[in-house]
């Protein structure tokens, strides 16, 4: 009996004294959940970006990265998810630098109307000196940008009546998300800039609410936008590439190698989307035009004369911000 009982200490034993010397192995095969978070609709690029962002950090990760995709704003409205974050969620949030503007105003700059002619030019930004003092000041709040490399695309206006000049928004109800800089741009362009959420754009143009709404011509046809909208003016008011963004205190637990598969697999992904973005673009176009739409190639400097008043009418911003943007834009060449 004593024997017998001595030999299941010496087991128990040698088991706990093996545990204890491995302690490196339960961390290198830990599996970290990631949820991704975004208000667009499945099949849209960035529901593309998002699977392809899935599938290759998974894979370089051997699975340690196990991502779950949320569309649709199923966790939450963007403000909710980013609540979330702050708090320490595991969760990476589709947003935009007009948002990111609550926290950092000179963020809001990259989404002024017209502040650059080449969306090549807004990458460019977000890899100079000044966006790494922005997104400083970003991590000192508790949030970090994971990757930047996400094209959104070019907003356009869709409406119930013609649009050819800027004196044709006049008195005009334009749908725009709920932030100060597109209430801003809309409001130097002539409209009525008038907050709602993307999902009750329709019934609001249908009811008569608004008289029109804005964004990449992919994102109207996918809200049925068409449906209840005849004319499609192509103001290129914004170019927009826009960041996936995670609370600091997430990807501080996260082990640094496995921090930079999520932020290289990020930057590949967004690469994959842009194609994407350009190849629908062009696909909603001939679409729209099957469907009767009248699409309109407006003159563009009218609208940019207009907007150049973006920087007077948005006083949170440093002084110096135009010119700062300017100067980098200048030294690209």
């Not at 948002?99 to 109307?113: E, H, I, K, R, S």
């Not at 206006?157 to 749908?175: A, F, H, Q």
Request: hydrophobic letters at 40%.
């Amino acid at each position: 009996m004593y024997k017998a009982l001595y030999s299941i200490s010496f087991i128990l034993l040698l088991t706990i004294i093996s545990a204890c010397s491995t302690p490196t192995s339960t961390d290198e095969e830990k599996v970290y959940t990631v949820n991704l978070a975004y208000g667009n609709q499945p099949g849209e690029p960035v529901d593309q970006v998002a699977h392809k962002w899935k599938e290759l950090a998974e894979e370089q990760s051997d699975g340690r990265l196990d991502f779950h995709l949320y569309p649709s704003s199923q966790l939450g409205s963007e403000a909710d998810v980013v609540e979330q974050a702050l708090f320490g969620s595991n969760v990476i949030i589709f947003t935009g630098y007009d948002f990111l503007m609550n926290f950092v105003p000179d963020m809001g700059v990259l989404t002024a109307p017209y502040i650059v002619d080449d969306v090549d030019d807004l990458f460019y930004l977000a890899e100079t000196d000044w966006f790494n003092e922005q997104r400083q000041e970003l991590k000192e709040i508790g949030f970090d940008v994971v990757t930047t490399n996400t094209l959104y695309g070019e907003r356009h206006l869709m409406t119930t009546r013609e649009v050819l000049t800027p004196d044709d928004l006049r008195g005009m109800k334009i749908r725009v998300p709920n932030n100060q800089m597109y209430i801003n741009t809309f409001s130097v362009l002539g409209a009525s800039p008038t907050p709602l959420p993307l999902g009750d754009m329709y019934a609001s143009l249908q009811q008569g609410v608004i008289d029109g709404a804005e964004n990449p011509i992919p994102v109207l046809e996918a809200s049925k936008t068409n449906e209840v909208a005849n004319y499609l003016a192509l103001t290129g008011h914004t170019k927009i590439m826009s960041p996936w963004v995670s609370g600091t205190e997430f990807l501080d637990e996260l082990p640094d190698d496995l921090l930079e598969i999520l932020r290289t697999t990020g930057d590949e992904a967004g690469e994959y989307g842009k194609a994407i973005v350009y190849e629908q673009e062009e696909e909603v176009l001939e679409l729209f035009e099957e469907q009767g739409i009248i699409i309109n190639e407006v003159d563009q400097e009218a609208f940019k004369e207009k907007a150049e008043r973006i920087f007077e009418v948005t006083p949170e911003w440093s002084s110096d911000l135009k010119e700062t943007i300017d100067e980098l834009l200048e030294d690209r060449g």
